[in-house]
């Protein structure tokens, strides 16, 4: 049984720039600091300074 469409290269391509970018937006949502880590972290700047 054959499926009713061939897979090309730019099909291919298609693909793997679509697989790049939701890979980009991953590392962009991992990298952000979560707000109660950004909280902790002023507290402690703010004590350390007086």
Known sequence: MRPPYEITA???KTIASI???IGEIN??????PSPQLR???RIKTI???I
């Open 10 to 12: 730019e099909i291919l």
């Open 27 to 32: 590392a962009n949502l991992l990298d952000k």
């Open 47 to 49: 004590h350390n300074s």
């Open 39 to 41: 909280k902790q972290n």
């Open 19 to 21: 697989s790049e970018k």
